[in-house]
């Protein structure tokens, strides 16, 4: 969306530590998990403190790389599962395989008293994700005009929690709108409640060309295909819909827009 930052949408509050994802599963070919804390960090976070275990008990090794990457505000914290190891082909995948196995159970364990009290999180691992999001055939549920209701979109998948905020709702003067995002169902569902109330018109949603699944897939580029994470994608999504004072219906499916930075 031009001009508009896709840093503005602020973030429902939580639990004390939320673990991204969130729902009971991931994929084998999981590239992320992120942690957003109640309170900022206490202090750099140990990667030597995070573990990933299986139905063992035992740690898995060489799952993350040695680099967790934490927000400005020391509020969210990335763990980078290694990539050599996700992607086929690579030589840490040749050689030790993937980390995660379609079919097992891991656990995450966090005991670093930089984020507070021990974190667990434990998913159920299912098959790889190889399919790119497709923004376009999302479905909208679009509010009444003068309420504060959430815009509720259906995605077609899970998409990674960062992502969130490269969604946006365009308002009729053609700026982004100003609003609290929610990520609900397993990361499968965007909420938008607007600071204002809706009033009458033509809306848009519109996608960032870098969002991402869980998989580290793009619209533009799975990521198992080769040099996926430099392959071009230059124009996000605009989806049309309409804010009635009876409630509003999407009117468009999602199109391939002009650049959206």
């Given amino acids: 969306m031009a001009g508009a930052s896709y840093c503005a949408g602020s973030i429902a509050a939580g639990p004390e530590v939320l673990v991204y994802p969130a729902g009971p599963s991931v994929p084998e070919n999981l590239l992320r998990i992120e942690l957003r804390l109640a309170q900022p960090l206490h202090g750099p976070l140990i990667v030597e403190h995070v573990k990933l275990e299986g139905t063992d008990g035992q740690p898995i090794d060489d799952v993350f790389l040695d680099l967790p990457l934490s927000s400005a505000d020391g509020r969210r914290v990335t763990l980078l599962l290694h990539p050599g190891r996700v992607k086929s082909g690579l030589g840490a995948n040749l050689r030790l395989g993937r980390a995660l196995k379609t079919g097992s159970a891991v656990v995450l364990v966090v005991d670093d008293p930089a984020v507070g009290a021990p974190i667990r999180k434990s998913w159920q691992v299912v098959a790889p994700d190889t399919v790119a999001p497709h923004p376009q055939d999302w479905t909208l549920s679009a509010p009444a005009a003068g309420s504060y209701m959430p815009l509720i979109v259906h995605m077609d998948g899970a998409i990674n ?24 169902d397993s990361e499968t569902q965007w909420q ?63 199109r391939r827009g002009g650049p959206t930075r």
Wanted: net charge positive.
């Fill in 161 to 184: 929690s960062s992502s969130e905020a490269l969604i946006a709702i365009r308002g009729r003067n053609g700026k982004r709108l100003s609003g609290t995002i929610t990520l609900v």
């Fill in 192 to 254: 938008f409640v607007p600071t204002r109330r809706w009033r009458p018109g033509r809306y848009a949603l519109v996608t960032h060309p870098d969002l991402e699944d869980e998989a580290g897939n793009r619209a533009c580029a799975v990521y198992e295909m080769p040099n996926a994470s430099v392959a071009p994608c230059d124009h996000g999504t605009v989806t049309y819909f309409s804010v009635a004072a009876n409630g509003g219906v999407a009117n468009g499916s999602g």
